[in-house]
Each structure stands twice: as structure tokens, then as C-alpha cells.
């Protein structure tokens, strides 16, 4: 059974500080995505992570990918109130019909305090 | 955003009644998932789409039934809804299996007392 952890589950960050979410997971995959939600709102992707050793940016967060050691991790730089959200990681080995079964880690609530 | 809709958005029932969610889409992508979501658990997923009338299950499947018998729509039934069914059901579509990202829909949440 593919087993998918984030650490850790619940951050509280001032403004203006760095942190990282991870995100490890049990099974061979070289595709890993993030998606942000609010509260009470739907999912939004912010990455797609389709091999070892990808990296990519948006604004404030970078995320990366290590297929041989299993993980992911989410980098917060300088963060702002605006990124309080909860972040969840998804791993999505291959599973037939030409179809990846996306499963999800259980988040991160960020909280970022003036 | 991507072209998606559920109905209903909210929806509360009785325990042992059908219950039918329907998830639309404007973006004639081939993929469409449903999922749950519950305090604790993340997101699972229910069944999925890869077509029309090819469906299969996922992660949490007992109790759940889908069908999809055009690319736009694609329905989740409760055949006799309980309480452990009361949670947020998120739609998703992806439009290549390349990268698979799926962009969801609004959600709808079910109260089954």
C-alpha cells in the first residue's frame, strides 16, 4: 500500500521567515504534485514534478523532487500572510489504462503570523 | 480555471437513501476522478474515468457506483447512503495521461443523518 507523509502537519511561521514542508512516500514514483487549498475552497495545483531532480518556482515557494530517496519538499521563502493555506503533496505511480491514481499526503496548515 | 461544475454544492440526506453527485465539464478532457475528503484523511480517491463508459475503481470504492456516459459528465451514486459517507466530494478532470495534472472542481459537501 503506496503511503504518503508530510511533516509536518501543522506550522505555525512568523512573516518574513524560511521553512520547508516534506513530503516522503513509500513506493517508486517520478511524478509528484502540490496543490494549495483554503479554507472551505477547492484544491489548486501549483506543481507538477515529473522527474529526479526537478525543481521549479513559483513567487515564494519552490518546490523539488528526489525520486531515489522517496521525497519532495516544499520551500517558503520570506513567507507572507497570503500563504496560509493548507499544502498537500500527491504521488501518482503508473496504474494502468494509460491512468495515474493520484494519492494524497493529509497536508500541512500553514499559518503565517504577522 | 478550469471548466467544472458539481451539483449539488450542498446536500444533506437521510441514512439509506440514493444519493446522485454530477460533475461537469467544459474542457473535453478524458480523465475525471472523484474523491473524498475527509478531516484527517487527506484526499482518497472513489472511482475514476479514463472514457466514456470505462470506469474503475479506487482506493475507497465500496458503497459508490459511477457512470460516465459522455465525455462532459461524469456521476457518483450513493445506492444507500450512510453516515460514513458524510463528507466533501471533490471532482477532478486531467487532459493527458503525460502528466496527469487534475485541476478540481468546486466540491460538494453531503450530511447523510
Known amino acids: 500500500e503506496l503511503k504518503v507523509e508530510q511533516n509536518p502537519l501543522f506550522l505555525s511561521m512568523q512573516e518574513g521567515k524560511n521553512y520547508t514542508i516534506y513530503c516522503n512516500y513509500s513506493?517508486?514514483?517520478?511524478?509528484l504534485y502540490w496543490y494549495r487549498q483554503d479554507p472551505g475552497k477547492s484544491l489548486e495545483s501549483l506543481f507538477v514534478?515529473?522527474?529526479?531532480?526537478a525543481v521549479k518556482q513559483e513567487g515564494r515557494l519552490m518546490a523539488s523532487l528526489d525520486t531515489k530517496a522517496r521525497l519532495s519538499t516544499l520551500h517558503i521563502t520570506a513567507a507572507v500572510h497570503d500563504l496560509s493555506a493548507t499544502y498537500f503533496c500527491a504521488v501518482a505511480p503508473y496504474s494502468g489504462a494509460g491512468s495515474y491514481q493520484l494519492t494524497f499526503g493529509k497536508g500541512t496548515k500553514l499559518s503565517v503570523i504577522p | 480555471d478550469a471548466g467544472i461544475t458539481q451539483s449539488p454544492r450542498h446536500k444533506v440526506t437521510e441514512t439509506g437513501t440514493p444519493v446522485t453527485l454530477r460533475c461537469h465539464q467544459t474542457?473535453?478532457?478524458?480523465?475525471m476522478y472523484w474523491y473524498r475528503q475527509d478531516p484527517g484523511h487527506g484526499l482518497r480517491l472513489i472511482h475514476y474515468?479514463?472514457?466514456?463508459?470505462?470506469?474503475d475503481k479506487g482506493e475507497v470504492s465500496d458503497g459508490y457506483s459511477v457512470s460516465r456516459s459522455k465525455t462532459e459528465d461524469f456521476l457518483l451514486t450513493l445506492e444507500s447512503a450512510t453516515s460514513s459517507q458524510t463528507s466533501v466530494y471533490f471532482c477532478?478532470?486531467?487532459?493527458?495521461?503525460?502528466?496527469?495534472?487534475?485541476?478540481f472542481g468546486p466540491g460538494t459537501r453531503l450530511t447523510v443523518l
Open positions: 514534478l515529473l522527474s529526479n531532480g
Open positions: 513506493t517508486t514514483s517520478d511524478r
Open positions: 474542457e473535453n478532457h478524458r480523465y
Open positions: 477532478a478532470i486531467s487532459e493527458s495521461w503525460v502528466d496527469n495534472e487534475q485541476f
Open positions: 474515468s479514463y472514457g466514456v463508459k470505462d470506469t
